[in-house]
């Protein structure tokens, strides 16, 4: 554990106490200036546009993992229980996915989405469209699908990964008792994957929640995120550092309280 | 210049890997054997080196202008060997010496704005250079000599390498011309064709000087509130926002837009390569902006000698047409004009670098003061603009 401790103080926890320190500095012109204010959390606070970016950011996180989480789970149980040998071909193939590159895949569902692209020709081609569908691409739906493939196979592994902890046995024997199929999926499947769903909702949300790539080049002008905003605020002329971190301290305890809640609902609904 | 001030991190990311297809990278290795060739014919000694060369030269700038093909041949006959690494956005030197690496720096290829701007705020960053040192200096455009954004105090700052301005790219199979002015984008016949850059000043500039504020780069908050309402009435019709010029050209070349606002000549060679037609064309009225980036010494340059025998080679003509032909940017060093090839050549309005002074490069300032300067804003509210039009 030790070792494991180290790196996490030295990785995480101290870049981290630097990034909160800098956010209560101050930017004049080029330079940053040490100091204690709350003036960049009160601006955050205040400002509407701030407020707005950050709804509008958890709204395409929840989404985003509201399609990748059952998805998800779907693919995990068909690998664990109903192609049981051939889980782990499918598990190799859902990796070679993750080989090519990030933006090589965002540019890749550009491709398939764009007015021009695979799914529009497509579907004009069959004659079920006229004119090429304009949402599918700039927008926040195409925000949502384009993160929802990013991160499916990312969601995949750790629900994989609880089902295998799982015995066919307790399916069967629930089943033998009597339960249905949704009724065992709810009552014995998913309390016994809780750990592996966390997991997959945290990759699926928190890391939609702080991507701005995607919505740079797939979102178009009304997509932007509360990521693009921090970014814009580490990079150029204009720049101010402190409010950035500020903004990054807000988002990560939006983030976590959003998360928290939602951990705290599939726990409920497990219950019942 | 301008491209340079957007983030330029996505588009060393896209060009380097994603628009294999339609990216500056491709398109330099094709021009790589040229430029080689026409270095060649110059000779690799540097002038003014009073001091000995060898050993390394850190270069910190844009990707490309460190001339990977075209400075070859001199690093390699005084044995010198460039550790060069590229920037992502325009004050990311002034990040780096203030956060230890001061000495460890040589070249730096900031633009006019930022270099301006630095000067101006009498932050740390470039050293004056000698120009007895870099005796073909003498040859740059009279434009670029004594360029008044890289002047302080008496002393030169930098010496210009390649310049260009920031048309409007378009498709002439959908648009014989552009408006006469930028706030006539809001027109609805433009519903989804225009693609804007991620640059908040050019773009505030633009709709400022379509509105004709009496300064467009120093705008009251009441004025900048307006320029912002006139853009968000543009903003119906804009399809995306490129996060970078190989962005919006991908964007362009796809057909997701037929308009690029604030774009890049070479964004036309770049769609031709994958055989679509773009044309150049500013709105007449308004016109556009001009941008430039300069080679300049860090403080405390470690690899003195280097530094200014590699600056004096890239201004000779042959290395200047080869880098700028490379870049597909405008040339500075006037006997490199000739040496030019014309497509690259014919993009850019070489009148206005004849001209003394800095002509239109040197007047026409586009950044905002860092600081509010009593009623007139600061750099982080035209930020802060842009983004409410982005957001909106």
Redo the contacts between chains.
């Keep these: 554990m030790l070792p494991a401790g180290i790196f996490y103080v030295v990785f995480f926890a101290i870049p981290m106490l630097c990034l909160l320190g800098l956010s209560f500095w101050r930017?004049?012109?080029?330079?940053?200036i040490p100091d204690f204010t709350l003036e960049n959390y009160h601006k955050i606070f205040t400002s509407p546009?701030y407020r707005?970016?950050m709804l509008r950011t958890i709204g395409v996180a929840f989404a985003t993992a509201l399609i990748v989480v059952p998805i998800a789970f779907a693919i995990a149980y068909i690998m664990r229980f109903v192609f049981e040998r051939r889980g782990q071909l499918i598990l190799q193939i859902i990796l070679l996915s993750l080989f090519s590159?990030y933006?090589?895949r965002i540019?890749a569902w550009?491709?398939i989405l764009?007015?021009?692209?695979l799914l529009n020709s497509t579907l004009q081609w069959l004659g079920i469209i006229e004119e090429p569908l304009?949402f599918l691409?700039?927008s926040n739906i195409a925000v949502v699908i384009t993160l929802s493939g990013l991160l499916l196979p990312l969601a995949v592994l750790p629900l994989y990964s609880a089902m295998l902890n799982v015995s066919r046995d307790y399916i069967e024997a629930a089943r033998d008792l009597g339960a249905g199929k949704l009724h065992t999926l709810r009552t014995v499947l998913v309390p016994m994957v809780i750990p592996g769903l966390r997991t997959a909702f945290a990759f699926a949300f928190l890391l939609s929640a702080g991507d701005f790539?995607t919505p740079?080049?797939v979102?178009?002008?009304?997509s932007?995120l509360i990521g693009?905003?921090i970014?814009?605020q580490?990079?150029?002329?204009?720049?101010?550092w402190p409010l950035g971190a500020g903004m990054a301290f807000v988002v990560v305890a939006v983030m976590l309280l959003a998360y928290l809640s939602v951990m705290r609902l599939i726990r409920w609904a497990t219950r019942w | 210049m301008w491209r340079t001030i957007v983030d330029d991190r996505l588009k060393i990311f896209l060009d380097a890997k994603l628009n294999a297809d339609v990216s500056r990278r491709r398109f330099l290795q094709g021009a790589a054997g040229l430029s080689t060739l026409t270095v060649l014919g110059a000779g690799t000694q540097a002038h003014a080196a009073d001091g000995k060369l060898g050993g390394e030269l850190n270069f910190l700038g844009w990707d490309g202008e460190h001339g990977g093909n075209v400075a070859k041949p001199f690093l390699e006959a005084n044995n010198i060997k460039m550790n060069a690494s590229f920037q992502s956005a325009a004050d990311e030197a002034l990040t780096r010496l203030n956060t230890g690496g001061r000495g460890a720096m040589d070249i730096l290829t900031p633009n006019k704005d930022f270099q301006s701007a630095i000067l101006k705020a009498g932050t740390e960053l470039f050293q004056p250079l000698d120009l007895g040192r870099i005796p073909t200096a003498s040859g740059l455009f009279p434009a670029f000599k004594d360029a008044p954004w890289l002047v302080r105090d008496g002393k030169t700052y930098g010496i210009p390498i390649i310049w260009g301005d920031e048309p409007c790219v378009y498709n002439p199979k959908k648009w014989d011309a552009m408006p006469a002015k930028y706030t006539d984008f809001a027109d609805p016949k433009f519903k989804g064709e225009l693609v804007l850059l991620d640059d908040p000043f050019g773009n505030i500039w633009l709709w400022a000087t379509s509105l004709e504020m009496p300064e467009p780069s120093r705008l009251t908050a009441a004025q900048l509130e307006q320029v912002l309402e006139a853009m968000l009435k543009v903003k119906p019709n804009v399809v995306t926002i490129g996060a970078s010029h190989g962005d919006m050209a991908d964007v362009l070349v796809r057909g997701d837009a037929s308009i690029g606002v604030g774009g890049w000549a070479y964004q036309v060679m770049i769609a031709k390569e994958k055989g679509v037609e773009l044309v150049v064309g500013s709105p007449s009225v308004d016109g556009t902006f001009y941008w430039s980036d300069a080679y300049a010494i860090a403080v405390d340059a470690p690899n003195l000698d280097n530094a200014y025998g590699f600056i004096d080679f890239m201004t000779k003509p042959e290395s200047n047409a080869a880098l700028a032909a490379e870049l597909a940017s405008g040339c500075t060093v006037e006997a490199a004009y000739a040496l030019m090839p014309e497509d690259i050549r014919s993009m850019f309005p070489y009148d206005n670098v004849r001209k003394p002074g800095g002509g239109i490069l040197g007047t026409q300032i586009v950044v905002p003061p860092q600081e509010p300067d009593g009623d007139i804003v600061g750099a982080p509210s035209w930020v802060e603009a842009w983004q409410t039009f982005k957001a909106s």
């Design positions: 930017a004049k012109g080029f330079e940053l546009l707005a970016l590159g933006l090589v540019y550009r491709t764009g007015k021009q692209g304009e691409i700039y790539v740079a080049l979102g178009g002008s009304q932007m693009n905003i970014a814009d580490f990079r150029g002329i204009g720049s101010n």
